[in-house]
């Protein structure tokens, strides 16, 4: 399995965009639509934000949004807030039937 | 509300066994595909197992493949997860996660809080 690369951290003043890149996604035909990214606070389960590479969940803001280009996933977040200091995990299919999440980032909102 | 209730975590000796279960409540059990993902405290996520909504495909990761089995009774609206030849590195949170479809997507829109396995002499 190989494996899925998100940068550490990645910081943003509040009402900026941020992005956040997952590199390493299969290129296997029809493996790389399954894309999901979670949102996790300390001492709390996760949260799914985009399932299906750009599919948001109801209840989701729309200030989250999930794209991809070659082997490479994105979250991006508009309009920063405070609350959306967390950390964020990318998950997508290794292949196999397998599955792998990236190592997650951690959000700081300067 | 969905509801995701893990047990049957604990101490175990390395080598030794235990049965993860996970109650699901307040969404219909068998149009969803399950899985199992755990956590180190203070690490990342990592995806254990997964199961179909009617069992027929069952996937692991490699670092429990042959030790671990996933099973699900659809009946008794339940998930479980048999852990046999435990290591020391197996400690983690055990999450019990539900996916958005009958297949497995890893579009998991919901997750119980976790039971707690540590495997130590």
């Keep these: 399995q190989s494996a899925l690369t998100q940068p550490r951290s990645v910081s943003g003043s509040p009402g900026q965009s941020v992005t956040i890149s997952c590199t390493g996604i299969s290129t296997l035909l029809g493996a790389s639509d399954y894309v999901s990214w979670y949102q996790q606070y300390p001492g709390k389960a996760p949260k799914l934000l985009i399932y299906d590479v750009t599919k948001r969940p109801s209840g989701v803001p729309d200030r989250f949004s999930g794209s991809k280009s070659g082997s490479t996933a994105f979250l991006t977040i508009s309009g920063l807030q405070a609350e959306d200091e967390a950390d964020y995990y990318c998950c997508s299919y290794a292949g196999r039937y397998t599955w792998m999440f990236g190592g997650g980032t951690k959000l700081t909102v300067l | ?121």
């Design chain 2, 1 to 121: 509300e969905v509801q995701l209730v893990e047990s049957g975590g604990g101490l175990v000796q390395p080598g030794r066994s235990l049965r993860l279960s996970c109650a699901a409540s307040g969404f219909i059990f068998d149009d969803c595909a399950m899985h199992w993902v755990r956590q180190v405290p203070g690490k990342g996520l990592e995806w254990v197992s997964s199961i179909t909504w009617n069992s027929a495909s069952t996937s692991y990761s490699d670092s429990v493949m042959g030790r671990f089995t996933i099973s699900r009774d659809n009946a008794k609206n339940s998930l479980h997860l048999q852990m046999n030849s435990l290591r020391v590195e197996d400690t983690a949170f055990y999450y019990c996660a539900k996916d958005l479809f009958r297949t497995i997507t890893m579009g998991v829109d919901h997750w119980g809080q976790g039971t707690l396995v540590t495997v130590s002499s």
